[in-house]
Every structure is written in structure tokens, then in C-alpha cells.
């Protein structure tokens, strides 16, 4: 049995958001998998109730406090200990669930990567990343998108690392093709952090390096599968794109490529490179957000990352 945690009080429309989203998410799930809810047992079995949703399908794990977005993430963790976060991670901890979603505080989520489940030994820095919608209708992986904003090159080596063993895990690439996010595609281009990290990138048998990429090529699937850069640059672009897509709802322009920069399809971006599957939702995440990212929870687990990194990093 997968069991997939989510965090029932975490976003800006929680719970009865997170609900609706995970009633959603249930019907399409696999047999074997099962949602756990965290959060106020009452709230949740009154909105299940006003749903007619059927009794039984969900677990329900009851706490009686909520970390707050304006919270301080570390003390908060440290003092909420009846949270829905905490309690939901130190399920993950003892392995009473196989992984952790939330639309919650994302400070309070990466405390509770650090403090309990930890880094993979071997890991520098782990990492944020999103996959990008391409033009012909697959899918780019970026990272790092905004955990670490200044990042030495051994740290985007094992981005490379990282992000190739994601693709052939999670996306069935065979052999991603990973690159190194620059200002040109010759090898001299860049500033120091992206000059040194080309040259630990060039010739490496970790992974499949095709050298440098433009930010034009974003958005086609010809040359990368895997686009590594410091999160200060990936937030930049993940933020842009979102921006994008709404002004062109704003216009209302209908356009197939343009649907797919819509945050609410891909759910939450995973946190990789620590010993178990945890999935940061945005804050303003819609119950079809949700239902995204305990889809896309349920995937990550399924496909385990996590054990193979581990795998790759001893």
C-alpha cells in the first residue's frame, strides 16, 4: 500500500481546498495507493460530509495546530509540535506514510526536509526543481527554482546528477540530456560559476552532458531534458512563466502552450535529494492544484527517487 500524506491545512484556502482536491486525486489513484489527511478532524469530516464523499476514503490523522504562513518557519516546527506539518513528518519519519505533500508555509516544509528525513548523505544542497512545459507538448526539468540562490559548481554538478536520475525515474527519459543554463552555448561563455561548473560538466560519466543552452531554448524539447541553474535563476524564469500565463488569460488568448505554464497543472515542485518524497505546493493552490500534487506525490513515491539517489550518492 502507498500511503500519500497531505497536509489538509496548509494554502491559502485550506481545508476545505486541499479536500476537494484530494476527493478529486482519490478517484484517480492507484488501487494500491491511499490518501492520509493531516489537520482538524472535524473541519475535514464536515467538508467530506457536504460532499457526500463516501465514508472510508481517506485515513485521517487529527492535530490541533496550523503553522502559519507568517509564521517563523524554524520556531514554529520547534513549538507547533501538534502541527499538521510536523505531525505529518514525523509520520514520514517512522514510515507510516511514503510521503509528504502541503500547499503550506514552504520554510516550515524545508525545516521539516533538514531537521527530520534529512539529505541524502553525499548531497550537498538539495534541491527545488519544476518541470517546463516545451512546445511540442513534453516536458523540461529546471533546477534548482529557489532553494539555493547562490550555488558553487560541485553543487550544480550534483544538480546534473539529480535532475538526470529524476528524468529517467519520474519522466522515462532513458538518457536525459542535461545542460548547463548560459548567456551562450560556447564553451567560454558565462560568468566564473558557470565557466568552472562547464568544466566539471564536460566529459562526465555521471550523466549526459550536451553543454550549454540558451534561455530561447526553454521552451523546445530539441536540445535538453535536464536544465540546471542556481535557484536565483530558475525562481527568475519559474516566476516569468507564470507571469506569462497570466496575462494571456488576462487577454484572453487561447492557446495550447500557454495552458500548460498553469501552475495548478503540475501541483507542487519536488524537493530533491533528501531520503524521502516531500512535494511543496504553492499557497494560493485550487483544489485542481491538489489534486495535481497528490498525483504527482504519488508518482515521485511510486517511482523512487529517493532510494536511488541514495543508490547513486554511496
Given at each position: ?65 496550523v ?17 499538521s ?33 534529512k ?79 562547464y ?33 536565483f535563476?530558475?525562481n ?40 524521502s ?23 515521485t ?14
Amino acid at each position: 500500500m502507498t500511503r500519500i500524506g497531505i497536509d489538509a491545512m496548509g494554502g491559502d484556502f485550506a481545508p476545505r481546498t486541499v479536500v476537494l482536491g484530494a476527493i478529486s486525486a482519490s478517484r484517480k489513484l492507484a488501487q494500491d495507493s491511499r490518501i492520509v489527511l493531516f489537520g482538524d478532524k472535524s473541519r475535514i469530516e464536515e467538508i467530506l460530509a457536504e460532499e457526500n464523499c463516501p465514508d472510508g476514503t481517506f485515513d485521517i490523522v487529527h492535530t490541533s495546530e496550523v503553522i502559519e504562513m507568517g509564521d517563523n518557519p524554524t520556531q514554529a516546527f520547534s513549538k507547533k509540535t501538534d502541527s499538521s506539518i510536523v505531525v505529518g513528518f514525523n509520520h514520514l519519519l517512522e514510515g507510516k506514510i511514503d510521503g509528504f505533500a502541503s500547499a503550506g508555509s514552504t520554510g516550515a516544509m524545508m525545516v521539516g526536509c533538514m531537521y527530520t528525513v534529512k539529505q541524502i548523505e553525499g548531497v550537498i544542497r538539495p534541491t527545488i526543481s519544476a518541470l517546463f512545459p516545451t512546445i511540442d507538448g513534453s516536458e523540461a526539468l529546471l533546477l534548482d527554482v529557489g532553494l539555493n540562490v547562490d550555488c558553487k559548481p560541485d553543487v550544480l554538478y550534483q544538480y546534473g546528477i539529480i535532475g538526470s536520475t529524476y528524468a529517467k525515474s519520474v519522466m522515462g527519459k532513458a538518457n536525459p540530456r542535461v545542460a548547463l543554463l548560459n548567456i551562450g552555448e560556447e564553451k567560454e561563455k558565462g560568468n566564473q560559476q558557470t565557466k568552472a561548473t562547464y568544466e566539471l560538466m564536460d566529459n562526465s560519466t555521471d550523466f549526459n552532458f550536451v553543454g550549454n543552452i540558451e534561455a530561447k531554448h526553454l521552451f523546445d524539447s530539441s536540445v535538453a531534458d535536464v536544465i540546471v541553474c542556481d535557484g536565483f535563476v530558475g525562481n527568475t524564469i519559474l516566476k516569468m512563466s507564470e507571469g506569462i500565463f497570466e496575462m494571456t488569460r488576462q487577454q484572453g488568448l487561447k492557446n495550447t502552450y500557454f495552458e500548460n505554464l498553469n501552475y495548478e497543472k503540475v501541483g507542487g515542485t519536488p524537493v530533491l535529494g533528501i531520503n524521502s518524497t516531500v512535494i511543496i505546493g504553492h499557497g494560493c493552490s485550487s483544489a485542481t492544484a491538489i489534486e495535481n500534487m497528490v498525483l504527482q506525490t504519488e508518482k515521485t513515491i511510486k517511482a523512487g527517487v529517493a532510494a536511488k539517489l541514495r543508490e547513486i550518492f554511496s
